[in-house]
């Protein structure tokens, strides 16, 4: 049996977000196992956001009373924040997005539309988010471009044999996720990475269920696009973030016209912008990227390095735990492989009603598809159930899921 070990002060962690103190019905407390959907958000984040209303709401850039400057200071350190986190070489060549779905179709639409062309090849895997399938068949529809995939084994990975078979057809990118949002496989993105490089690919990683949960540096993995959500990791809903190498941000053309992203207006004509803001047109999300900034000061007073360790020791102990209940089969990697995902089924149940029961309990978990079709097709499921951990979950709630699920086989029972 794995034991809960003192990485982190976790009672200490808990009492940082208020949510965690709600009952979701009367006398049942909020058992909260959804993070991969969104994260939960700190007091600092909450305050933060609420000082920038409070103190010196303005529109930033270019204005130059007291509180646009403010602002401006805000929004952009927030910017240098990001930066840091995944050690981007500057700051411009972090793009504030709605998030990461935005990311990826900003280079879609402007990278793709620019630089690929009829019959050329993008490398995708069986285990991507909609989110990082759709842009692409949009994009491959309209410049019929061809689309190949890496597939996914049995017990969850990705076959590196596989991809370095298609790695001959010269592919110009290869978009792959660095965590599976299902099967919580933590991809080789390094390797991935290179190989794309040895064959004149750029390589693109979605870090939605990454970049919050342990460290990613763009300058190791040698990422030409990182791509990732402010709401997976503590911080608001409604802004992400694009990370791409200064060169290939230069050469793309704007993603929309209008506000920040010009530099000169003509009636016929305009002249763009500087990274960043030639991607940034309009009023941005000035709040939530001041958030951003506050829960990304949150995750590293933590300890990203600490948050990873502690997500390790969960995901382990649940699989262990759900492995004990008969009937649960659980999909994906061993523990050694995985991040704080486990999607499961039980026997004769289905997910959505799973769900249903353990919400009546408390527990918080998502049941469907998980914006994954393909993957849950590829393993003959129409849905599983997913029971997801952060920072803030204990081994004591891993005990109450199991719990919760024999309950639901003792409803469901013949």
Not at 63 to 77: D, F, K, Q
Not at 192 to 205: N, S
Not at 354 to 383: N, T, V, W, Y
């Amino acid at each position: 049996m794995i034991i809960q070990t003192e990485v982190l002060d976790i009672q200490r962690v808990r009492a940082d977000f208020p949510i965690l103190t709600r009952e979701v019905h009367p006398g049942v407390p909020l058992v909260y196992l959804d993070s991969t959907a969104t994260s939960q958000k700190p007091e600092v984040v909450i305050q933060a956001m609420d000082q920038f209303y409070r103190q010196m709401n303005a529109n930033i850039h270019r204005g130059i009373h007291v509180l646009a400057e403010e602002s401006t200071a805000g929004y952009e350190a927030a910017r240098g924040k990001v930066a840091k986190f995944i050690n981007a070489p500057s700051a411009r060549q972090v793009i504030f997005t709605r998030n990461a779905t935005e990311s990826i179709n900003l280079v879609a639409y402007s990278w793709g539309r620019a630089f690929l062309s009829h019959g050329d090849v993008i490398l995708l895997t069986e285990m991507e988010h909609h989110s990082n399938l759709v842009p692409w068949q949009m994009l491959a529809a309209e410049k019929k471009l061809r689309l190949e995939f890496i597939p996914v084994t049995e017990d969850g990975l990705l076959d590196l044999e596989v991809y370095r078979n298609l790695l001959e057809l010269q592919p110009r990118l290869v978009a792959f996720t660095h965590m599976s949002n299902v099967l919580g496989t933590i991809n080789p993105a390094k390797e991935i990475i290179r190989l794309a490089h040895q064959a004149g690919a750029l390589a693109l990683v979605d870090g939605a269920q990454s970049v919050p949960h342990f460290a990613v540096d763009v300058t190791d993995l040698d990422a030409d696009f990182l791509v990732f959500s402010a709401h997976k990791m503590c911080g608001p809903t409604g802004i992400g973030a694009l990370y791409g190498r200064k060169e290939l941000l230069d050469a793309m053309p704007p993603f929309m016209g209008g506000g920040d992203m010009i530099k000169r207006v003509f009636l016929r004509s305009f002249a763009p912008n500087e990274l960043p803001h030639k991607f940034e047109a309009g009023t941005p999300a000035i709040a939530e990227a001041i958030g951003f900034g506050a829960a990304i000061d949150y995750l590293q007073s933590v300890g990203i390095e600490k948050i990873a360790m502690h997500e390790q020791q969960i995901v382990a102990y649940a699989l262990e735990r759900l492995e004990e209940v008969p009937g649960v089969k659980v999909f994906g990697p061993t523990a050694e492989h995985r991040g704080g995902v486990t999607s499961f089924t039980l026997d004769g149940v289905h997910p959505h009603d799973i769900s249903q029961i353990l919400d009546e309990q408390g527990i918080a978990i998502r049941a469907g598809h998980h914006c994954a079709m393909p993957l849950h097709e590829k393993f003959g499921l129409p849905a599983t159930a997913r029971a997801s951990f952060y920072l803030y979950n204990t081994n004591s709630e891993v005990d109450q899921l199991v719990e919760a699920i024999y309950k639901v086989k003792h409803v469901f029972r013949d």
